[in-house]
């Protein structure tokens, strides 16, 4: 869907994807599904909410996941 978001699980990514990393990948996916690069100022509080709410889904995906060969699920900090 969006070329500039990257897989941030083991073994594709070589250590834990870093809250940057989680947050970016989330930024794109809302800049993506919304169309807005940027959302105007009337819109900027749902816009930002949106990236914080797919941000912990994110890291809860990766908290969970079990990815076979590269050790234990990811544990969050």
């Known amino acids: 869907m ?3 978001i990257k897989t941030l ?3 594709v990514l070589p ?3 870093t809250e940057d990393e989680i947050r970016a990948a ?3 996916y809302v800049r993506k599904v919304s169309g ?3 959302p105007a100022a009337h819109n ?3 816009f930002d909410h949106a990236v914080d709410v797919i941000a912990q889904a994110t890291a809860d ?3 969970g996941l079990e990815v076979r060969g590269a050790g234990t699920a990811r544990k969050a900090g």
């Open 26 to 28: 989330a930024l794109q």
């Open 36 to 38: 807005f690069r940027a």
């Open 61 to 63: 995906l990766l908290d």
């Open 9 to 11: 699980r083991p073994p």
């Open 2 to 4: 969006c070329r500039s």
């Open 15 to 17: 250590e834990e994807a």
């Open 44 to 46: 900027r509080e749902v």
